[in-house]
């Protein structure tokens, strides 16, 4: 293999890595979207059910099936809101520390000497950039599931906040 060619192979995988940096770092910001977009979706059904205070202090001194059922409809409803809310966070929350260094990812870059950044051979670093990419990968495996996670809670809390709407009027 000659060396230009070994150049043109290198430059083709640093392109490729910097191309897969670049993707999955547009997916990790969809998240972080989806679960923003949640999480004020959260911060809406806390404030409509703290407003229900009034009817669930009614209902807690009435003794009758039907109030025990709609009772236990908001409680399941806090419960889901809550759960969802727990996944949200796990979301949305800072990945800082990471199993891999790289010069690709902040954490790194922000504590690196500049010379020890310059100082890398290109093999290195198409290693790294796939590494990052591989990184980027996991945290937006992780932000997808944890959405996914949060979303099915929260229909499941709205689904209950329903059933609670009918049942206590």
């Given at each position: 293999m000659t060396q230009s060619t070994k150049a043109k192979i290198s430059g083709?995988?640093?392109?490729?890595?910097?191309?897969?940096?670049?993707?999955?770092?547009?997916?990790?910001?969809?998240?972080?979207?989806?679960?923003?977009?949640?999480?004020?979706?959260?911060?809406?059904?806390?404030?409509?059910?703290?407003?229900?205070?009034?009817?669930?202090?009614?209902?807690?001194?009435?003794?009758?099936?039907?109030?025990?059922?709609?009772?236990?409809?908001?409680?399941?409803?806090?419960?889901?809101?809550t759960i969802s809310a727990v996944h949200v966070v796990q979301a949305i929350q800072p990945r800082v520390d990471s199993a891999v260094s790289t010069r690709f990812g902040w954490p790194t870059l922000a504590d690196a000497e500049i010379d020890d950044l310059v100082a890398v051979c290109a093999a290195a670093a198409v290693r790294e950039a796939w590494l990052h990419a591989k990184q980027l990968s996991l945290i937006a495996r992780a932000k997808f599931t944890a959405i996914?996670?949060?979303?099915?809670?929260?229909?499941?809390?709205?689904?209950?906040?329903?059933?609670?709407?009918?049942?206590a009027r």
């Amino acid at each position: 293999m000659t060396q230009s060619t070994k150049a043109k192979i290198s430059g083709d995988v640093d392109t490729d890595a910097r191309f897969a940096i670049t993707h999955v770092a547009a997916f990790i910001t969809n998240a972080d979207a989806k679960a923003g977009l949640l999480a004020a979706a959260l911060s809406f059904t806390v404030a409509a059910v703290a407003g229900q205070r009034p009817e669930i202090a009614k209902l807690i001194h009435s003794h009758t099936a039907a109030d025990g059922l709609a009772l236990s409809m908001m409680a399941l409803a806090v419960l889901a809101f809550t759960i969802s809310a727990v996944h949200v966070v796990q979301a949305i929350q800072p990945r800082v520390d990471s199993a891999v260094s790289t010069r690709f990812g902040w954490p790194t870059l922000a504590d690196a000497e500049i010379d020890d950044l310059v100082a890398v051979c290109a093999a290195a670093a198409v290693r790294e950039a796939w590494l990052h990419a591989k990184q980027l990968s996991l945290i937006a495996r992780a932000k997808f599931t944890a959405i996914t996670v949060a979303l099915r809670w929260f229909a499941l809390g709205a689904a209950f906040l329903l059933a609670w709407s009918f049942l206590a009027r």
